[in-house]
């Protein structure tokens, strides 16, 4: 495997990761009320659900990538998405538990399609079209999220250079996505030489706003 097929599976593979610490603490919350047994089963149908809804939405979010101008804005969603997950300092869900097998898994499902666009717009960014490297991205990450949520989410909280990392990657992808759409190609053969440069720039404009703010959050 080359490194240009390997780098996209990694990045998928991260923003997975990162941004699913909270459809994990979903998965938790759904389920928690239930018998043991239900509770795996819930898990087990609820999450591959979910999986198979990410990957719809997925594909559709590839194929509206190719209008024009939309992975500019697409790119400056992401921009937005990656500076929020600086900004924000934790946000509660209120998740009702289900207290039958089926509520569980409809709230998993539901919870994970209405908290899932953030991920599906990264991973439809760095896949760059090939839905072949988003399936196997989620089918690495999507085990990681559900068995090591609680991990993941106490590293997060422990080593917050660990979200400063996690949005780099997303301002890092959401440059690259502004830069492919053909109508922002055009305008930038004239920077051709700076254009290596950019991606990186995203990433220092984010962590240094990200890194400002919560110093100030800090002081007050």
């Known amino acids: 495997m080359n490194w240009d097929l390997l780098e996209p599976v990694l990045i998928i593979i991260s923003i ?3 941004l699913g610490g909270d459809n994990a603490v979903v998965i938790a919350l759904a389920s928690r009320n239930l018998p043991k ?4 089963k819930a898990i087990f149908i609820g999450t591959g659900l979910a999986v198979i809804c990410r990957i719809l939405l997925t594909l559709i979010a590839l194929y509206l990538l190719h209008i024009p101008f939309l992975r500019l804005v697409g790119g400056l969603l992401l ?10 300092e934790g946000e509660s869900h209120n998740i009702k538990s289900g207290d039958s097998l089926f509520t569980a898994i409809r709230t998993i499902v539901f919870a994970d ?3 899932g666009f953030d991920n599906v717009l990264a991973i439809a960014g760095a896949s760059h079209g090939n839905m072949t490297l988003v399936i196997l991205g989620l089918l690495v990450s999507v085990p990681i999220i ?15 250079i660990l979200v400063y990392i996690g949005a780099g990657i997303l301002a890092f992808t959401a440059a690259e996505m502004m830069l492919e759409d053909p109508h922002v190609k055009e305008l930038s053969y004239s920077i051709a030489p ?3 440069a950019i991606p990186l720039l995203f990433v220092l404009f984010t962590v240094t706003i990200g890194y400002i703010y919560n110093r100030q959050a800090e002081a007050k």
């Open 37 to 40: 047994k239900q509770r795996n």
């Open 113 to 115: 399609i209405v908290m």
């Open 146 to 160: 559900i068995w090591g949520s609680r991990i993941i989410l106490t590293l997060m909280e422990k080593f917050s």
């Open 16 to 18: 997975d990761i990162i």
């Open 79 to 88: 921009l937005y998405i990656a500076i929020k997950l600086l900004l924000d």
């Open 194 to 196: 700076l254009l290596p």
